[in-house]
């Protein structure tokens, strides 16, 4: 009984390469491909959706991030902070200057009873019926959707769509929280700045087509 059998040079020749079993490792490289763009693209910020070549975004405001956006609204532009400081200086002046009690005394009440009032509608009442609004304000509790385009900001909601152009922006304003867009002085947009790069991408966009922020 032979149990091994010497192999001759004549017959190795003869073996094919193509007979021998390839590792696992080589795997079928088109199958794969085909396999990895049934995927859907990964992104860290959550309800990111591709809109063809556009990133579109979702989101929904908070009671609390609506109060915010609003005093972002109500925020004095550096305008009228600068108007506020040059009046409150010539009313200061004027009040150390004059030797009138009567002027004085009108001259410090104004200035107190501003300052008291801008406080109180300010960080009291104003947020108090802001959040009214909001919860008698249906829509601005549903969630949003906003894009970049080439020639604007696309937003769509349950209640409609609409595409704001570039050259149809009236102004823009932000705070380390949201980017407001303005259609007109008091009708804006609330864009999250939590929702990382895509809104981030729309304010580049903004200071290259509108300019600074006001």
């Given at each position: 009984?032979?149990?091994?059998?010497?192999?001759?040079?004549?017959q190795?020749?003869?073996?094919?390469?193509?007979?021998?079993?390839?590792?696992?490792?080589?795997?079928?490289k088109?199958?794969?491909?085909?396999?990895?763009?049934?995927?859907?693209?990964?992104?860290?910020?959550?309800?990111?959706?591709?809109?063809?070549?556009?990133?579109?975004?979702?989101?929904?405001?908070?009671?609390?991030?609506?109060?915010?956006?609003?005093?972002?609204?109500?925020?004095?532009?550096?305008?009228?902070?600068?108007?506020?400081?040059?009046?409150t200086?010539?009313?200061?002046?004027?009040?150390?200057?004059?030797?009138?009690?009567?002027?004085?005394?009108?001259?410090?009440?104004?200035?107190?009873?501003?300052?008291?009032?801008?406080?109180?509608?300010?960080?009291?009442?104003?947020?108090?019926?802001?959040?009214?609004?909001?919860?008698?304000?249906?829509?601005?509790?549903?969630?949003?959707?906003?894009?970049?385009?080439?020639d604007?900001?696309?937003?769509?909601?349950?209640?409609?769509?609409?595409?704001?152009?570039?050259?149809?922006?009236?102004?823009?304003?932000?705070n380390?929280?949201?980017?407001?867009?303005?259609?007109?002085?008091?009708?804006?947009?609330?864009?999250?700045?939590?929702?990382?790069?895509?809104?981030?991408?729309?304010?580049?966009?903004?200071?290259?087509?509108?300019?600074?922020?006001?």
């Open positions: 009984m032979v149990l091994w059998k010497p192999v001759s040079p004549k190795i020749n003869t073996i094919k390469p193509n007979s021998v079993r390839k590792p696992a490792r080589y795997f079928n088109a199958r794969l491909a085909k396999t990895s763009s049934l995927r859907e693209p990964f992104s860290p910020t959550g309800n990111v959706k591709m809109q063809g070549n556009n990133v579109e975004v979702e989101y929904t405001l908070t009671e609390d991030e609506y109060v915010k956006a609003n005093r972002l609204f109500t925020k004095p532009t550096k305008k009228s902070f600068l108007i506020y400081v040059a009046v200086t010539i009313s200061i002046i004027v009040a150390l200057v004059s030797d009138i009690l009567l002027i004085q005394l009108i001259v410090i009440g104004g200035l107190i009873g501003g300052s008291l009032g801008h406080v109180i509608v300010r960080y009291l009442y104003a947020p108090w019926v802001t959040r009214k609004q909001y919860r008698s304000y249906k829509a601005i509790q549903e969630p949003v959707s906003v894009s970049k385009q080439s604007g900001i696309y937003f769509k909601s349950d209640v409609g769509e609409a595409k704001v152009e570039w050259s149809r922006i009236n102004k823009w304003r932000e380390d929280i949201f980017v407001l867009i303005y259609q007109a002085p008091q009708v804006y947009h609330i864009l999250p700045k939590r929702k990382g790069s895509e809104i981030a991408a729309i304010r580049k966009e903004l200071m290259v087509n509108i300019g600074n922020a006001t």
